[in-house]
């Protein structure tokens, strides 16, 4: 079972930067897809980013493409989402997952998830 655990979140103005963390540890990322989630208040959870096991494959939600970049350093056994000019529609908890090897746009595909780290885009 692996476990998560996000880090990076916090309080930024619009326009801002952000680079949310997710090391693993139990097991190896390197033969897991790892995804990215967040859920605001009142408002269901869903899928922002995904990068594929080997890296090879990324996916991401229309409305942060060009925004947000999803990396790995299985080397370090940690995901990043690297989040640039943060808009206040960004605002939520943020989530990572993992499920093997390849994507989904399914959160019930994920079996192993972090714990949250909240992120807040306001002036």
């Known amino acids: 079972q692996v476990q998560l655990v996000e880090s990076g979140g916090g309080l930024v103005q619009p326009g801002g930067s952000l680079r949310l963390s997710c090391p693993a540890s139990?097991?190896?990322?390197?033969?897991?897809?790892i995804g990215w989630f967040r859920q605001a208040p009142g408002k269901e959870r869903e899928g922002v980013s995904c990068?594929?096991?080997?890296?090879?494959?990324?996916l991401y939600l229309d409305s942060v493409k060009g925004r947000f970049t999803i990396s790995r350093d299985n080397a370090k056994n940690t995901a990043y989402l690297q989040m640039n000019s943060l808009k206040p529609e960004d605002t939520a908890v943020y989530y990572c997952?993992?499920?093997?090897?390849?994507?989904?746009?399914?959160?019930?595909?994920?079996?192993?998830w972090g714990q949250g780290t909240q992120v807040t885009v306001s002036s």
């Open positions: 139990g097991s190896t990322l390197n033969l897991y897809a």
């Open positions: 990068i594929s096991s080997s890296a090879g494959s990324t």
């Open positions: 997952a993992t499920r093997p090897l390849i994507c989904s746009g399914s959160s019930k595909a994920f079996g192993s």
